[in-house]
């Protein structure tokens, strides 16, 4: 438990392993129910032609989805064997359109404005500092480019982390705020899902 707590204190986002029950649990129907990723994705309001950087995107629980809608799907994950899974997912699928990123999230290997929406989902409570993930962001977005930030509520409950390193939707408006404007909000029991403009 103590090695759990110190590695969500950690400054950078922690690993996950790339198989067994942890991969289980992230592409299980129980997941899906909860977290619905066809929703999420159509919440985004795509028109067909975004470049979409999607933080952590690990198996590609969203980024497969996202593919469908966007024009091209940067999968960005710091773990090189979520991304080679979710490369012959994408190929064994027929997917053209996402292409694999190996980099961390708070420090994107992006050129500024490089992006048309972000996406980040579940990773905003994974860094120890959410004001340089949340910049980090608008520096690879184009003007007026959007983000999206999914992540669970801060109450106790059996998804997700520990209650004392959930964010609550109003830590996640407030830290944004000096880069981008909230246009929607949408919650559930166990997750958030905010939407921003870049001011």
Not at 108 to 119: E, Q, R, W
Not at 133 to 152: H, M, N, W, Y
Not at 188 to 194: A, C, K, R
Request: aromatic fraction near 8%; charged fraction near 25%; proline fraction near 6%.
């Amino acid at each position: 438990m103590a090695g759990k707590k110190r590695a969500f204190l950690s400054a950078k986002p922690h690993k996950f392993e790339a198989t067994g029950d942890f991969a289980e649990h992230l592409e299980g129907e129980d997941r899906r129910e909860m977290i619905p990723p066809e929703a999420i994705v159509e919440r985004m309001g795509l028109s067909g032609k975004e470049r979409v950087v999607d933080l952590g995107a690990g198996l590609g629980y969203f980024a497969l989805p996202i593919s469908k809608v966007a024009g091209e799907v940067v999968a960005v994950d710091i773990e090189p064997k979520m991304l080679a899974l979710l490369s012959q997912k994408a190929l064994s699928a027929g997917i053209a359109n996402v292409h694999m990123l190996l980099g961390d999230i708070s420090s994107v290997p992006l050129s500024d404005g490089a992006a048309d929406h972000v996406f980040a989902a579940f990773v905003y409570h994974e860094v120890s500092v959410q004001s340089k993930l949340v910049e980090e962001c608008a520096r690879i977005l184009r003007p007026s480019g959007k983000l999206t930030i999914v992540d669970f509520q801060k109450r106790f409950s059996g998804e997700g982390p520990p209650i004392w390193v959930k964010k609550s939707p109003a830590h996640a408006i407030r830290t944004a705020t000096p880069w981008f404007t909230l246009q929607t909000r949408f919650d559930t029991d166990v997750f958030y899902q905010l939407s921003f403009v870049k001011n």
